[in-house]
């Protein structure tokens, strides 16, 4: 067995009760107390959580925009220094490799440079997708994830706790946007982004600090409800905001017309993978994602079978019991003529089949100030 | 019931075996540290009054947050009394393991399927091994 990778964070997490995993060849806490509270602490104060196996790849040099264009779904070159878009990286049949962030970002020079943040578990199948595409100059690349650790701080209560960490207003920042900040003096980065649902944000630091940083965040989260947050309460936060997780609503198999993820598409650039997306779009054969909510008090996991009287008509990808809904919530891939809200399916669980009723997704979104 | 008098299953239930008519009667449940390993318990199926049970065969099942389990039979035996209450408040097995969170008594039909059962030292070294 290969040892598995381990944050800066993880002796913290072992000391703290963290129940820890193999995710992806990195040992992460699944939970500290409970799912379901932690789950709650989320959604109505804030969760930490320690988000340090994301991949975080640099990009500088004045071939970066262009070159990164040509490999994601979505513009990317005209970003303004602070914004960030979600867009996937596609093979030429239109297949998902990954979805990603895009940061676009400006040193106190004002010098402009991206960032990317990748899932753990496809970080060294996109850094060979970069580098076997890289130019031969105007692009320098490099791998900060092991010398970088991520956190972060999601909830309502969210933006309270890590405020006096950083030396910029996070109020005043918009959904979606990032910049540097120093950190304890150091050099980091700070986003308002997160993979819950919730208000907050996302802070990486160097590793050096990170524990420290992390400690100062979790002192914090008594006082005001919240709770250090594993993976499981991550998976269900956002399942109940229908963020698809790569392998599971997302794969080289899934291109993002039939992930519902057009949004993340943009047809006003060459990217690798357009013209199979772009005939993707013309065609309505294709499985589509969709949600499901269960009519009993099974959850659907991911691979249960979708029925429709004595045909097959799909499969799972995710299903959980939904500590916010308190119903049981599902993902998954149907036959597009049955993807229609209110369409009522059945999924077998362990043999037995479970009346769902297709819903409109998302499950839960949080209500906004503004 | 006091944990150290029972016996347990490998698969993580736990039996308490009394003289009864003549013959043995098991009451059944699932041991603390496997309820604490599941933790987020959301669902809970018990088998009818009356059902035979096999040992080692599922009588049930047990889901939580993440994941559904079986749950194996210790013995081989007919269902006499379910604890169906439970299935409506989960919280119990957190709480209350070898007492409360009791799932099924169990009137056994073949004696030797108590044979591969252990002794609360057996069992707390194969928890320990498992950790």
Not at chain 1, 292 to 319: C, F, K, N, W
Not at chain 2, 8 to 13: I, S
């Amino acid at each position: 067995m290969t040892s598995l990778l381990k944050t800066p964070m993880h002796d913290w997490h072992a000391a703290h009760d963290g129940r820890m995993v193999d995710f992806t060849g990195w040992s992460m806490p699944v939970q500290y107390s409970s799912i379901i509270d932690e789950h709650n602490a989320t959604r109505n104060a804030a969760g930490l959580f320690d988000v340090s196996h994301m991949a975080r790849f640099r990009f500088d040099g004045d071939q970066a925009g262009p070159f990164l264009d040509s490999i994601v779904t979505r513009r990317v070159e005209n970003l303004k220094a602070g914004q960030i878009r979600y867009a996937m990286v596609t093979k030429e049949d239109g297949g998902n490799l990954d979805d990603i962030l895009v940061y676009r970002l400006a040193d106190a020079q004002g010098q402009l440079y991206y960032w990317v943040v990748v899932n753990a578990g496809n970080r060294e199948k996109i850094a060979s997708w970069i580098r076997e595409r890289l130019p031969e100059s105007g692009v320098t690349f490099t791998d900060l994830t092991l010398e970088t650790a991520m956190i972060a701080v999601q909830g309502p209560k969210a933006i309270e706790l890590a405020q006096p960490l950083v030396d910029v207003t996070l109020s005043e920042m918009k959904y979606y946007s990032g910049c540097e900040t120093q950190i304890l003096g150091q050099q980091s980065w700070v986003s308002r982004t997160g993979y819950t649902g919730e208000d907050g944000c996302e802070i990486t630091v160097p590793a050096e600090i990170a524990v420290e940083v992390w400690r100062t965040l979790a002192d914090g989260l008594a006082a005001i409800g919240g709770l250090p947050c594993g993976l499981g309460c991550r998976d269900t936060l956002r399942l109940e905001a229908a963020m698809p997780l790569y392998g599971h609503e997302l794969s080289e198999q899934i291109n993002p017309i039939q992930a519902d993820l057009k949004f993340a598409v943009s047809m006003d650039h060459e990217f690798i993978g357009k013209a199979a997306i772009s005939a993707s779009i013309e065609d309505g054969k294709q499985m589509k994602r969709v949600g499901l909510q269960m009519q009993g008090r099974r959850a659907a996991r991911e691979h249960y079978t979708i029925h429709l009287g004595d045909q097959q008509v799909g499969e799972v990808t995710s299903g959980s019991f939904s500590p916010t809904l308190d119903i049981n919530i599902a993902m998954g891939y149907v036959q597009p003529e049955l993807a229609e809200p209110g369409t009522e399916l059945e999924i077998d669980i362990r043999g037995k089949r479970h009346l769902a009723t297709v819903v409109a997704l998302p499950f839960y979104s949080r209500k906004r100030k503004t | 019931m006091d944990p150290a008098s029972l016996l347990y299953a490998k698969t993580h239930e736990w039996i308490h075996i009394e003289e009864a008519d003549g013959g043995k009667l098991a009451t059944i449940g699932i041991s603390a540290f496997a309820i604490e390993a599941l933790k987020d318990l959301v669902y809970l199926e018990l088998p009818e009054v009356g059902s035979s049970l096999t040992a080692g065969e599922p009588l049930g099942e047990i889901e939580s947050v993440k994941a559904v389990s079986d749950i194996y039979s210790p013995v081989t035996g007919e269902v006499v009394e379910a604890n169906t209450p439970l299935i409506d408040s989960l919280d119990t097995m957190n709480e209350d393991a070898y007492g409360a969170g009791w799932l099924l008594k169990v009137k056994i039909t073949d004696d030797s399927s108590l044979a591969g059962l252990m002794d609360q030292a057996a069992y707390l070294k194969q928890c320990e091994e498992e950790e």
